[in-house]
């Protein structure tokens, strides 16, 4: 009898070095699938609008904007259904803080951004109120269901305010080049591409989260670290397409105003549907790690974005923000490894 249990306690390090490469490998193939869905998503959902006589400023910034948030909403819905509403919180802060310290910065190390649309500038200030009003909610510990429905009344008042202004007039810097003036595919194959991309992205963001919570699980740290850092980066990569494709095509507002858009989707829908689905619990590390860092990153968009002087994101604008990331990502993975060498492994 006593043989037996030990032969099966030693199984546990092989099961769980199989349970991690799957793992491993559905978050790869979450990631890969996601990208290529969002952008299907995106090409299709860009199109239609087209068809349906939208101004190209509407498409570029709502559109493309909730196109390429989509991953993060998504994913995060689901993590709050699975019954891990951390990894939601973490995915929703993690991939505002990694769309300006690191998309935002990767972007401006390749091609200097200057930022001249005033629908930009207009929204900077409104994206610092939105994430302000976001960590107030968070401070007492919990986003309750309440707090939830607030962040989807703001969201829905900020895109009919959005839509509003964009048919009073389509004219700004930002306009030219947002989206073609003629859709690529017709109606029929661009419904069918919208259709199909959102399919694929729950599909991919179903095992992007199984995954993700399977390496937590293993490597002894929480959802909400996984969240912070590998699902957001993950989730972010249709910003870093879109931004670095932007820039090198010269429309440096559409970069910004992609990463502002997104940064908006991220705290009033992405948290206001996770945490509409399920309440979510908040450390009080996440308000004072996470939360002024994402405030503090947003202030200093605000000021690059033009506040007070010609908007701008250099190279050494750049390079300081991914310092500033890289030293943020090290410091979460320092201060949460595991202990031990086989705390990650299960108990028995």
Known sequence: MNSV????????????????????????????????????????????????GLPPLLIGMLVIGFGTSAPEMIVSVLAAASGTPDLALGNAYGSNITNIAFILAVTALISPLRVQSQ????????????????????????????????????????VGWSIWQGRQSSRDTM????????????????ILWTVVGL??????SRLLVWGAVEIA????????????????????????????????????DLAVGNIVGSNLFNTLGVLGLAGVVSPIRVDGSVFWRDGLLMLGLTVALLIFGGLW??????RR???????IYASYI???????????????LPAR
């Open 5 to 52: 249990s030990v032969d099966d306690r030693s199984l546990y390090p092989i099961i769980a070095c199989y349970v991690m490469m799957f793992a491993l490998l559905a978050l790869i193939a979450g990631l890969i699938l996601l990208v290529w869905s969002a952008d299907r998503f995106v090409e299709g959902a860009a199109d239609t609008a087209g068809h349906l």
């Open 119 to 158: 629908v930009i500038r207009r929204e900077l200030p409104i994206l610092l109120l939105v994430t302000g009003f976001s960590l107030y909610q968070i401070f007492d510990g919990e986003i309750s269901r309440l707090d939830a429905v607030g962040l989807l009344a703001v969201f829905g008042g900020l």
């Open 175 to 190: 306009a030219a080049g947002d989206a073609p003036t003629e859709p690529k595919n017709p109606l029929p194959q661009a």
């Open 199 to 204: 399919v694929l992205l729950v599909g991919s």
């Open 217 to 252: 699980e293993l490597l002894g740290v929480s959802e909400l670290i996984i969240g912070l850092t590998i699902v957001a980066i993950g989730t972010s990569l249709p910003e870093l397409a879109s931004s670095i494709a932007a820039a090198r095509k010269n429309q440096h």
């Open 309 to 314: 002087s010609a908007g701008k994101v250099d």
């Open 317 to 323: 604008e750049g390079l300081v923000l991914v310092l």
């Open 330 to 344: 090290g410091w979460l993975v320092f201060t949460n490894l595991p202990t031990t060498p086989g705390s990650a």
